[in-house]
């Protein structure tokens, strides 16, 4: 597809649990984001993969989360032992990551909806 | 501590009437702002986007003013179209000392605008 691909589109998993989201960005991007969106809040970074420089972790709320980037392409956001507080939409971004490109115009997947119960 | 903050969550304007949202930053290292919309069940898309050098871009309907020195942007859309009901986030970025991070973006909680025939 032309656009960000993300799965599952939604999740229902139990506290403990471990999840994994997965992420395909726009064929050709070398810059790829997770951000998530809590209830009744904005945005917020997690993690930022570019090219293959170290990844920017700096947003990642803690050592339950980590993500990888294979081949430089599709990403995966992994959650163990899942906390209620850990329920939000899960978005996934991505850009081409040239110098010359209009900065920050990222392109969004329509994200995974996880809840844990 | 909100860096980026939306104070309005909801706006509600008639069709061809103009809309404005507002925002309102802390961080004076920002030097790069945009907006986003964002459809239910979608991925926020990008909007319109100013540089700190300007104080404002225009782009059709939508513009984008920017005050630095009271650290505030604001989005008018003008004439408003019932399609314009979306949320609209806005976000904000900056380089970071000692190296750059680019779309790594910081976002305000974003308000509901809903425009009636």
């Known amino acids: 597809g032309a656009g960000v691909s993300q799965s599952p589109s939604n999740k229902v998993t139990e506290k403990g649990k471990d999840v994994e989201l997965r992420c395909d960005p726009i064929?050709?991007?070398?810059?790829l984001y997770w951000y998530r969106q809590s209830l009744g809040q904005g945005l917020e970074f997690l993690i930022y993969?570019?090219?293959?420089?170290?990844?920017?972790k700096s947003g990642l709320p803690s050592d339950r989360f980590s993500a990888e980037r294979t081949g430089g392409s599709v990403s995966t956001l992994t959650i163990q032992r899942t906390q209620q507080e850990d329920s939000a939409v899960y978005l996934c971004?991505?850009?081409?990551?040239?110098?010359?490109?209009?900065?920050?115009?990222?392109?969004f997947g329509s994200g995974t909806q996880l809840s844990v119960l | 501590d909100q860096q980026v903050k939306q104070n309005s969550p909801s706006l509600s304007v008639q069709e061809g009437r103009i809309s404005i949202l507002n925002c309102d930053y802390t961080n004076s290292m920002f030097d790069y702002f945009l907006w986003y919309k964002k459809y239910p069940a979608e991925g926020p898309t990008f909007l319109i986007s100013?540089?700190?050098?300007?104080d404002k871009n225009e782009d059709g309907r939508f513009t984008v003013f920017l005050n630095k020195s009271a650290k505030h942007l604001s989005l008018h859309i003008v004439p408003s179209q019932p399609g314009d009901s979306a949320v609209y986030f806005c976000a904000a970025s900056g380089i970071n000392a000692g190296g750059t991070s680019y779309g790594k973006l910081t976002f305000g909680q974003g308000t509901i605008l809903t425009v009636h025939p």
């Open positions: 971004a991505s850009s081409p990551g040239t110098w010359s490109f209009p900065r920050e115009k990222l392109f």
């Open positions: 993969f570019q090219g293959n420089s170290a990844p920017d």
């Open positions: 100013i540089s700190s050098i300007k």
């Open positions: 064929s050709g991007h070398t810059a």
